[in-house]
């Protein structure tokens, strides 16, 4: 598996999880005085019950809604065509600076059974 390969494996299934989320709205906000996340047409998304979740883990939550992941997703898939567009151009320093971007975005799923340590 490539560097791209696994990028694009682990962007794949981040949009699975996001869009499987997304029930009314993707944009989702904590109402930090009842530790709530709602999305951006009011449907609960996360309702506290008793101390769970604490304010800061609705912050968290809504945080990374599925809009938000959707977003970085499509970064990331920016990156990559740059990269492949500049190994198809043959230019090697460029090339070298957009493969350590994506060295990068692959360090974030170290913890992946098929994560290559020598991409490191």
């Known amino acids: 598996m490539t560097l791209v390969e696994f990028i694009e494996a682990r962007l794949a299934e981040d949009e699975l999880m996001a869009?499987?989320?997304?029930?009314d709205s993707p944009d989702w906000h904590a109402l930090y005085a009842y530790r709530d996340v709602k999305d951006a047409d009011g449907h609960y998304?996360?309702?506290?019950?008793?101390?769970c979740p604490t304010a800061e883990q609705a912050a968290h939550i809504a945080r990374h809604?599925?809009?938000?992941?959707?977003?970085?997703?499509e970064a990331a898939r920016v990156m990559i065509a740059e990269y492949l567009r500049l190994d198809a151009l043959?230019?090697?320093?460029?090339?070298?600076?957009?493969?350590?971007?994506l060295v990068q975005l692959a360090?974030?799923?170290?913890?992946?059974?098929?994560f290559d340590p020598t991409w490191l």
């Open 65 to 73: 809604s599925p809009a938000r992941v959707l977003r970085q997703c």
């Open 90 to 101: 043959g230019d090697l320093a460029g090339r070298r600076v957009a493969e350590s971007a």
């Open 107 to 114: 360090a974030v799923h170290c913890d992946h059974c098929d």
């Open 45 to 51: 998304v996360v309702l506290a019950d008793g101390r």
């Open 19 to 23: 869009t499987a989320a997304i029930e």
